[in-house]
């Protein structure tokens, strides 16, 4: 079975620096990848999935993810954070087989300080 | 607009009682997928239906039950049985198809036992 690790709980950095969040997943074959967010108490918004094709992939409010197939990974990152980018975020694996089901990460929560 | 609505936003239980979440999609989408969320834990799935009058169990389907009598419909009962249930409950729905695991998420419900 597939699964998803995303080894930081909590990072904190401070507005205008760049953020990398990590995400590696265990699965044998290319999965679909996923990056969601949350903001307290809400559901989750995606932010960007890779299917295929090229590994670096854009998604909404400037962040981007890179896949790389020789280390499992599937890190977000965005170039300058905003205060409003504190939330939590989830990386997520589909498999083609599973017929939408994704497994999570146990998420990072992101704090921004001014 | 489309989307995914669920309800209560907040619910509290007394220990023993059943309680049903209501999850509703506009999305014309064939799946649905309740998950549970925990802090720290990230989302995990209790069950999940593909198709109208079918469901799967999902990882911790222990202590629920669900319903597909429609496709826009998805309620999720939290029985007394379940030993734990306080926690936050997202719905999400899909397309379902095989190749695209992409989920839309409802804003969510807070249940609480008193």
């Known amino acids: 079975a597939q699964s998803v690790t995303q080894p930081d709980i909590h990072i904190t950095v401070s507005e205008g620096a760049s953020l990398e969040l990590r995400c590696n997943y265990s699965y044998g074959a290319t999965p679909y990848l996923f990056w969601y967010v949350q903001s307290p108490g809400q559901g989750l918004q995606l932010l960007l999935k890779?299917?295929?094709?090229?590994?670096l992939v854009q998604g909404i409010k400037g962040f981007e993810a890179e896949f790389k197939r020789s280390q499992s990974s599937f890190n977000l990152r965005k170039p300058s954070v905003h205060w409003s980018d504190a939330a939590e975020y989830f990386c997520a694996v589909g498999v083609g087989t599973s017929y939408g089901k994704l497994t999570f990460g146990q998420g990072t929560i992101l704090t921004v300080h001014p | 607009d489309g989307g995914i609505t669920q309800s209560p936003k907040y619910l509290f239980r007394k220990e023993g009682q059943n309680v049903t979440l209501s999850c509703e999609q506009n999305l014309n989408h064939d799946a649905m997928y309740w998950y549970r969320q925990d802090p720290g834990q990230g989302l995990r799935l209790i069950y999940y239906s593909q198709i109208v009058n079918d469901f799967q169990k999902g990882d911790i389907a222990e202590g629920y039950s669900v319903s597909r009598e429609k496709k826009e419909s998805f309620p999720l009962t939290v029985t007394s049985a379940q030993k734990n249930p306080t926690a936050f409950y997202l719905c999400?729905?899909?397309?379902?198809?095989?190749?695209?695991?992409?989920?839309?998420f409802g804003p969510g419900t807070r249940l609480t036992v008193l």
């Open positions: 999400a729905s899909s397309t379902g198809t095989k190749n695209y695991n992409e989920q839309f």
């Open positions: 890779y299917f295929s094709g090229d590994t």
